[in-house]
């Protein structure tokens, strides 16, 4: 493979909406879906209403990357061996002698190394992006109360709770019912959570569309708030800019389901009308699968394999699904390292929004958490006579391994020419050769690691 990627060499450009082409203020959005789902819980499953009260520090909890194992309440860090880095019951982070006596070094129960786990099972959820991330820190206190509430409760059953709050607050038809308290907040302040696209950014996508590029927005947010968001970073005439927009697209299902499964559906006033049995043009659709829609990349570009890229947030919905299912380029956007300025959290918000909002803030989530450490590498902390080892952790393997670069927005490469030679992740490079436009500090000052 080459060492090096180019958007000039790609055909086809496309984006997921959330976290990728629209960037929250995570101060603000974090502390909202945190409220919609603990509200319902307090209010519709009499859950102690000591959930809706968090404070500044509670936020350091939150940590990409996690895993809750569901029945037993732990969450857990992985190495990329499968070996449990640190973990918690609830919020209550287990001291080395209960992690090595509950995980002993040997590799987590569910943990299967090759095309990766599934972040979703009926056993276990992993926590991969800003949307799933405040959830962590509801379910470790929801943890924590049943355990006190219950003597020491060992087992639980709160996540069927937790499903019928998404379906409350983020069903198909809660954006126009104005169900839950997220959508109607968002639609009342949008400014408040919603990062506008810089003019770069706007710039950067005209400049690929103008060098004949096919443009995609493939999203798994409904068509009414993919409106909103698009029209308040990007402009009234958004839908110019894109050929293909899909939104409902259920990732990671929109790549690795089979055609028959997921048909695209057309809309008429953001309601699905009619199922297709295959794609035959650019417009706005519905749900849908990478097969039909590869097919009319190829009648659209008159190539039998056109280059696709993706650029997105979560590795289990974007990243992952698009290069194993669909072999697509891809980018992974990864504000972690937006945080990482040597412990210093980049600006999260512009300055005219600072002392705008008052409250209780979230820490900025892609920031270092005290409690779980890097996402990126660790250390086992050692027991008696031993020395700390250091590992990659699990989320830092799945991106060299399926992200073909990673950078903290868009922004970053926007001014950059489009025949730009990124250096790729790959095998033959180094681990840390396809982050730009720098490797994590950690990482850096780390080159030499070598995997235990």
């Known amino acids: 493979m080459a060492q090096h990627f180019s958007l000039a060499a790609c055909d086809v450009v496309g984006f997921d ?3 990728t082409l629209c960037r929250y203020n995570l101060p603000e959005s974090a502390v909202l879906i945190y409220n919609s789902f603990a509200q319902f819980l307090v209010k519709e499953k009499g859950y102690d209403k000591e959930l809706l009260t968090v404070t500044p520090e509670d936020w350091d909890f939150c940590c990409k990357g996690l895993a809750l194992d569901l029945e037993d309440g732990n969450f857990i860090k992985l190495a990329d061996n499968g070996t449990v880095l640190r973990a918690s019951h609830g919020t209550k982070m287990m001291a080395p002698e209960a992690l090595a006596e509950e995980y002993g070094g040997k590799e987590w129960k569910y943990f299967m190394s090759d095309t990766g786990m599934a972040c979703r099972s009926g056993k276990y959820y992993f926590y991969d992006n800003y949307f799933d991330l405040p959830g962590a820190l509801l379910c470790a206190r929801v943890v924590d109360s049943l355990t006190k509430q219950n003597n020491g409760q060992k087992t639980f059953d709160f996540w069927k709770d937790i ?18 308290i ?12 919603l990062h506008t696209c810089p003019e770069s950014v706007k710039k950067w996508l005209r400049q690929l569309k103008n060098a004949g590029k096919i443009l995609l927005l493939i999203t798994s947010s409904h068509s009414d708030y993919c409106r909103l968001l698009c029209e308040y970073i990007l402009g009234n005439d958004f839908t110019d800019l894109f050929d293909i927009v899909i939104t409902n697209a259920l990732k990671p299902g929109f790549f690795s389901h089979l055609p028959s499964q997921r048909p695209f559906w057309t809309l008429e006033n953001d309601e699905e009308q009619e199922a297709l049995p295959s794609l035959d043009k650019p417009g706005w659709y519905s749900q849908g699968n990478a097969v039909h829609l590869y097919e009319l990349l190829k009648k659209m570009t008159g190539k039998s394999e056109p280059k696709v890229v993706y650029f997105g947030d979560s590795m289990h919905s974007d990243i992952f699904p698009a290069r194993h299912y669909s072999n697509w380029e891809t980018v ?6 937006r945080g990482d300025r040597d412990g210093k959290p980049e600006e999260s918000e512009p300055l005219e929004k600072k002392g705008k909002y008052e409250g209780p803030k979230a820490k900025p989530l892609n920031t270092l958490s005290k409690k779980w450490g890097s996402f990126f590498i660790d250390s086992v902390s050692g027991l008696e006579n031993t020395e700390d080892s250091l590992f990659y952790t699990w989320s830092c393997k799945r991106i060299s391994t399926y992200s073909t670069i990673a950078i903290p927005s868009i922004e970053a490469i926007a001014e950059l020419p489009l025949d730009y030679k990124f250096s790729r992740f790959s095998s033959s490079n180094s681990k840390t ?5 720098n490797p994590p500090s950690i990482l850096s000052n780390n080159e030499t690691l070598t995997a235990k």
């Open 163 to 180: 499903v019928a709050g998404i379906q409350h607050n983020y069903k198909m038809s809660a954006f126009k019912e104005n169900c839950g």
């Open 182 to 193: 997220y959508f109607p907040e968002i639609k009342r302040d949008p400014g408040r959570y």
């Open 332 to 337: 992974l956007i990864l504000e972690e390292l």
């Open 17 to 19: 909406l959330d976290h």
């Open 433 to 437: 050769a396809g982050y730009y436009p």
